[in-house]
Nanobody
């Protein structure tokens, strides 16, 4: 599975962005997918994850109520809708897929495939 994240850019605080994670491979619809982010000088941290069928989601407390993860398996794509962006949301955002079909992990070490990252910049 190859993943490609896109949709990053420059946005003012309070604004919105939608990130996309497009995947190759017929088995993508069987994999849970997570979004992570990494700011300069910081560890990569969990943001959100969605189960393979889309019925379960989990969010980091820092984004709960502002971000929404969703997926369209017919398009092999997972989305991260980010609203009410804050300065502290600025980071490189990565999507990742887990080979364990029934998992919904929040630990980055549990993910098997990673995209290249897309940069989100938030201005005041």
């Amino acid at each position: 599975v190859q993943l490609q994240a896109s949709g990053g850019g420059l946005v003012q605080a309070g604004g919105s962005l939608r990130l996309s994670c497009a995947a190759s491979g017929r088995t993508f619809s069987l994999y849970p997918v997570g979004w992570f982010r990494q700011a300069p000088g910081k560890e990569r941290e969990f943001v959100a994850a969605i189960s393979y069928g889309g019925g379960r989601t989990v969010y980091a407390d820092s984004v709960k109520g502002r971000f929404t993860i969703s997926r369209d398996n017919a398009k092999n794509t997972v989305y991260l809708q980010m609203n009410s962006l804050k300065l502290e949301d600025a980071a490189v955002y990565y999507c990742a897929a887990d080979q364990n079909r029934f998992g919904l992990p929040i630990a980055k070490d549990d993910y098997d495939y990673w995209g290249q990252g897309t940069l989100v910049t938030v201005s005041s």
